[in-house]
């Protein structure tokens, strides 16, 4: 960038300054002029006193000029006419006082030109004060060549320049500052309207925002947020009605989702309901999520709520129909068993009567299994599955082996193999019925869900504490966004919704229930793609406090 020279307006930019300027300038030059024609006077050196009372008079007028006349109102060069005046009367306080050195005062008015109109200014006024200079020394009878005829005009004329430059640069510097002003006015603009558009947006979605500052203080909260908490409100003022994700179990102030948020504590998806049961209530489905700060450090949480209250009546009058009608369903088929069991004690039965009734028997018995299942996941939906458990030191090596048999026909009837060479010799303390109907989950899974042709490897092993059981394929996986739902009740994966592939949705929910009451677990880790791993994790010996 170049500095421009600084034009005759330039300066003048201001019409109060220009004015302020003027009579400052003027003011500051009759004040030297007074001082030095006091001086004069007490010095006894006048030589002309008309001329020094023309002079002083003339400087007056010119002053008083200056203070009254609105120069902002004229063209800004007409204020050449004060400094010029100057020129002139400080040659008329020359000529009646040689001796005075009046002659410095030239300085005064080229120094006003030089720095108002730039190097214009500067010119005319060294050669105005030049020549003016000259012409009194001239004027003077005797006048002959002096060394002050010289170096007064180099004087004025460096000063000249010396103000003319200084007056660039400030002006360009104003120039600059002027424009960083503006950039940063229009930046700051910029950034307002961006706030203003992401509070617009963020008040036009129908889920709350919430963004917590790393301190704990509330930044900014959008609409939808306070219309999703207002059914928290009750009857006692500072009191709000929160609940645990059962609906029931009411939540103290420290748990509430948006204090554990302020106390920077991360979570996903959590359910909870906002409002007292019977009352209006909202079901909220909350996710806190640390931002990044600068430096690595916490920037402070973001909440955000969404209401999920249509989907979580739709899902429970789902279970609460499931749980009916297997119910309705358990009375008849126990009936049919029973007469199934009369019908095939009887004597005199053909043998080909006979191994229909067992076939009718096998596929009623399963179809009670299934009901059962149901029923046990849906009656306690709310709550955990109630499942009773009669734990044993088992056998898990043959308890294993026995149902990789079982699936064997399945498997290979569809070019899958089964390995099982990872399975050591280890027992624990589990119910042997509910372990096998937890491992047949896991391998009837594996071989469902896997396209023909694939790997199952079933591995057994056993730390000071825990047995081990793994059951891996190298099927098509589950998304990661899914992994987390798979122990769901009634959830299946997308993939296999509205595939032929049979199931409930209830199996890996059962077998959790049913591990956690050995004091065991089920996790899964699964890339989608390239197979899952499902880990059983049991107690070798009973617990000290048992769960059963
Ligand atoms: P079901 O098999 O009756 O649907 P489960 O509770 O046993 O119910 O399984 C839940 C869901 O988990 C299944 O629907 C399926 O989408 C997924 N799943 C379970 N095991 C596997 C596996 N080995 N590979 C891929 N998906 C699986």
Not at 27 to 37: D, H, K, Q, S
Not at 67 to 74: C, K, Q, Y
Not at 172 to 195: F, H, I, P, W
Not at 404 to 410: K, P
């Amino acid at each position: 960038m170049t500095a421009r020279a600084p034009s005759t307006t330039s300066v003048w930019t201001e019409d109060r300054t220009r004015e302020r300027a003027a009579a400052i300038n003027q003011l500051l030059m009759g004040l030297v002029a007074l001082i030095a024609t006091v001086v004069m006077a007490l010095s006894n050196a006048i030589k002309d006193a008309d001329l020094l009372v023309a002079g002083v008079v003339v400087m007056f007028l010119t002053t008083g000029g200056a203070v009254a006349v609105r120069w902002n109102r004229l063209p800004p060069l007409t204020i050449a006419i004060l400094p010029a005046v100057n020129i002139v009367t400080i040659a008329v306080l020359e000529l009646s006082s040689p001796s005075a050195g009046f002659s410095l005062l030239w300085v005064f008015p080229a120094l006003w030109l030089s720095y108002s109109f730039g190097w214009g200014g500067a010119l005319a006024g060294s050669i105005a004060a030049t020549t003016m200079f000259w012409v009194t020394v001239f004027a003077l009878p005797n006048a002959q060549f002096r060394p002050t005829m010289v170096l007064l005009p180099i004087a004025v004329g460096a000063l000249s320049l010396v103000a003319y430059l200084t007056s660039r640069r400030s002006t360009a510097q104003r120039a600059l500052l002027s424009k960083q002003g503006a950039s940063l006015t229009r930046t700051l603009d910029g950034v307002r309207r961006q706030e203003e558009l992401v509070t617009e947006v963020l008040d036009a979605v129908d889920f709350g925002v919430v963004r917590i500052d790393a301190d704990g203080a509330t930044a900014i909260a959008n609409d939808a947020h306070a219309r999703l908490q207002a059914v928290a409100a009750t009857d006692e003022p500072g009191t709000r009605a929160i609940f645990a994700a059962d609906g029931l179990t009411p939540l103290d102030p420290e748990s509430e989702p948006i204090a554990r948020a302020r106390r920077g504590e991360t979570f996903e998806s959590e359910l909870v309901w906002y409002g007292a049961p019977g009352r209006k209530r909202r079901a909220l489905r909350v996710t806190s999520r640390t931002l990044p700060g600068s430096d690595g450090a916490s920037g402070g949480e973001l909440v955000v709520s969404q209401d999920v209250t249509a989907e979580v009546t739709a899902l429970r009058a789902r279970e609460d129909l499931v749980s009916s009608v297997s119910h309705e369903l358990r009375t008849p088929l126990t009936s049919i068993l029973g007469y199934l069991d009369l019908a095939l004690d009887a004597d005199g039965l053909p043998p080909s009567a006979r191994a229909n009734l067992e076939v009718v028997e096998r596929n009623a018995t399963r179809l009670l299994t299934i009901v059962a299942d149901i029923l046990a996941a849906s009656a306690d939906a709310r709550g955990g599955i109630s499942v009773t458990i009669h734990p044993e030191q088992t056998d898990l090596t043959d308890l294993i082996r026995a149902a990789v048999e079982g699936l064997d026909t399945q498997a290979r009837g569809r070019s899958i193999t089964v390995d099982d060479s990872g399975v050591e010799n280890v027992s624990a303390w589990v119910d042997p019925l509910r372990m096998r109907q937890v491992v047949d989950n896991l391998l009837s899974n594996a071989v469902k869900y896997h396209h023909d042709g694939g790997l199952i490897e079933v591995g057994l092993t056993a730390d000071r504490d825990h047995a081990w059981i793994v059951v891996r394929d190298d099927g098509p996986g589950i998304p990661a966004d899914e992994v987390p739902r798979l122990f769901d009740r009634f959830y299946r994966a997308d993939a296999v919704r509205h595939t032929s592939t049979h199931g409930s949705g209830l199996g890996l929910a059962i077998s959790q229930d049913i591990m956690r009451k050995q004091g065991g677990e089920i996790t899964v880790r699964s890339v989608e793609g390239e197979g899952s791993t499902f880990i059983v994790r049991v107690p070798v010996r009973p617990q000290a406090r048992s769960t059963a």
